[in-house]
Nanobody, 124 residues
Framework: QVQLQESGPGLVKPSQTLSLICSVSGDSITTNDYYWSWIRQPPGKGLEWMGAISYSGTTYHRPSLKSRTSISRDTSRNQVTLQLSSVTPEDTAVYYC????????????????RGQGTQVTVSS
């Protein structure tokens, strides 16, 4: 059973960089199984796929967020990291990491596993 757990600060000030970690257990992030995605859901809105990293380390980004997002991994800790720079209050959302056979999905049915999510609020 694959389990994912997001962690990071609950509150970030505008213009700062948000850093989130997804800790994975039950599978290695380097095996030829999944793409490890970051997805967010702003209040009252739908899911927004932000980006992903593949088992081989290739990264993919949502075009509208590409200039502000960085996705990396620590294979020794089996973790995937998201950094989102220059945050604004519009980046307030619940942030999730998820594992699936493809990228870009905006429905939970397109993912096999997901974490419980972590609330991030951008406010001064």
């Amino acid at each position: 059973q694959v389990q994912l757990q997001e962690s990071g600060p609950g509150l970030v000030k505008p213009s700062q960089t948000l850093s989130l970690i997804c800790s994975v257990s039950g599978d290695s992030i380097t095996t030829n199984d999944y793409y490890w995605s970051w997805i967010r859901q702003p209040p009252g809105k739908g899911l927004e796929w932000m980006g992903a990293i593949s088992y081989s380390g290739t990264t993919y980004h949502r075009p509208s967020l590409k200039s502000r997002t960085s996705i990396s991994r620590d294979t020794s800790r089996n973790q995937v990291t998201l950094q989102l720079s220059s945050v604004t209050p519009e980046d307030t959302a619940v942030y999730y990491c998820a594992a699936g056979p493809a990228i870009g999905g905006s429905r939970w049915s397109q993912y096999d596993y997901r974490g419980q999510g972590t609330q991030v609020t951008v406010s001064s």
